[in-house]
């Protein structure tokens, strides 16, 4: 299976316990705009058909080449087609898990203040990072505020790309030019947008700025 590289831009996560036939025609909207990846955050219902949820948004992401990952449960990835798994937290046995995948794969760490875990990532040869949190956000109210100081340090200890994550809206994106960055890391920004497309055109619009 090809594994498609993340391209710079909007990164959509979307939220499972979300209505799926809502979230499902949301998606076939979005994907017809400039998406960089689709990650699939591990917030499943205790009922929720996992497998089939996964391979309904491969589906929808397949024809248009936008990769595809899961939220931790990188184990999905030895019997789904999806193209990588991004870590909340650095995998302790991240060695054993790349022999069980045996594949290749994309990869991805969410990070905070601590250069550490920058430097884990990049001794790892991850292929992004994602600061989280930039701004109070109701989606990521387990992130502590990132210091945009580790964020412009990033660059010099980290080659692959970088996101932003947490409580980012078109209208606080100006507070970000400063910053060295990739791209943006979007949850009901999108996702909780009556125009999910016209949402991702304003973020965009606010990128190429």
């Not at 909007?10 to 689709?38: C, G, R, W």
């Amino acid at each position: 299976m090809r594994t498609p590289a993340i391209q710079p831009g909007i990164y959509l996560i979307i939220d499972p316990s979300m209505n799926e036939d809502v979230l499902f025609n949301k998606l076939e909207v979005i994907v017809k705009e400039n998406i960089s990846a689709i990650q699939v955050w591990d917030h499943f219902q205790d009922e929720q058909s996992v497998e089939g949820f996964l391979l309904k948004i491969c589906q929808i992401a397949r024809p248009f080449d936008i990769p595809v990952l899961i939220n931790n449960q990188w184990k999905y990835l030895t019997k789904m087609p999806l193209h990588g798994v991004h870590f909340d937290e650095a995998p302790e046995n991240y060695e054993d898990i790349r022999k069980m995948i045996n594949r290749a794969f994309i990869t991805g760490l969410t990070c905070n203040n601590h250069l550490s875990q920058i430097r884990w990532a990049s001794e790892n040869n991850f292929d992004y990072i994602s600061f989280c949190s930039l701004f109070p956000s109701a989606t990521a109210n387990s992130c502590e505020l990132v210091n945009f100081e580790t964020v412009q340090q990033a660059k010099t200890v980290f080659k692959g790309s970088v996101f932003l994550a947490g409580g980012i809206i078109p209208g606080n994106m100006p507070l970000l030019e400063e910053l060295d960055y990739d791209g943006i890391a979007i949850v009901s920004g999108i996702m909780g947008s009556e125009n999910p497309a016209e949402a991702i055109r304003n973020y965009i619009q606010q990128l190429k700025k």
